[in-house]
């Protein structure tokens, strides 16, 4: 079956901009995960939905990043007025539960000008 | 503050020898760990992971070790080959009602050489 996926692949922004950035998770896996990896850095986890529960989203760096995740599956990362550190690539994964081993998907490269 | 640290960036060998990556934490709440492997422009795939209850979990020329009391743990790759040339990533997650959040090193540079 299809692996997670993300769109689009690349987005070239100006600063001060919204963005949008979609997921869709492998079919039957209940944990969604955001994560971004900034140049020269690890994954930082920024969010996770499991089923019908509330989101965590302990990781979120401002108040200008939210998501959500519709209907138990694709999830959008939505970062409003965007900034140059905010430049990154942003990815997604999924898990048949949460702890289970982590199905990333192919990132999204955001570039803030 | 780091919590998974990998210090080495970038790590050479010659193909059909071993490669050891490292990986230490400071987090002694964290109990699974697990190494994932990144190839550019795609997303990391999960490779070999370890519970806190053992020291040792092997999967074809993959082993990882754990070290509790040091709080290290290694991949080992025998016999490398240049597929194996990728960023690799340890990671490490907690007991209780956060286990799905992984921290991650920032990751090790394999070069594999034929």
């Known amino acids: 079956g299809a692996g997670v996926s993300q769109s689009p692949s690349n987005k070239v922004t100006e600063k001060g901009k919204d963005v949008e950035l979609r997921c869709d998770p492998i079919?039957?896996?209940?944990?969604l995960y955001w994560y971004r990896q900034s140049l020269g850095q690890g994954l930082e986890f920024l969010i996770y939905?499991?089923?019908?529960?509330?989101?965590?989203k302990s990781g979120l760096p401002s108040d200008r990043f939210s998501a959500e995740r519709t209907g138990g599956s694709v999830s959008t990362l939505t970062i409003q007025r965007t900034q140059q550190e905010d430049s990154a690539v942003y990815l997604c994964?999924?898990?048949?539960?949460?702890?289970?081993?982590?199905?990333f998907g192919n990132g999204t490269r955001l570039t803030v000008t | 503050d780091q919590q998974v640290k990998q210090n080495s960036p970038s790590l050479s060998v010659q193909e059909g020898r071993i490669s050891i990556l490292n990986c230490d934490y400071t987090?002694?709440?964290?109990?699974?760990f697990l190494w994932y492997k990144k190839y550019p422009a795609e997303g990391p795939t999960f490779l070999i992971s370890?519970?806190?209850?053992?020291d040792k979990n092997e999967d074809g020329r993959f082993t990882v070790f754990l070290n509790k009391s040091a709080k290290h743990l290694s991949l080992h790759i025998v016999p490398s080959q240049p597929g194996d040339s990728a960023v690799y990533f340890c990671?490490?997650?907690?007991?209780?009602?956060?286990?799905?959040?992984?921290?991650f090193g920032k990751g090790t540079l394999l070069t594999v050489n034929p």
């Open positions: 994964a999924s898990s048949l539960k949460g702890g289970s081993p982590l199905h």
């Open positions: 079919s039957g896996h209940t944990a």
């Open positions: 939905f499991q089923g019908n529960s509330a989101p965590d």
């Open positions: 987090n002694s709440m964290f109990d699974y």
């Open positions: 370890i519970s806190s209850i053992k």
């Open positions: 990671a490490a997650s907690g007991s209780g009602g956060s286990n799905y959040k992984l921290t």
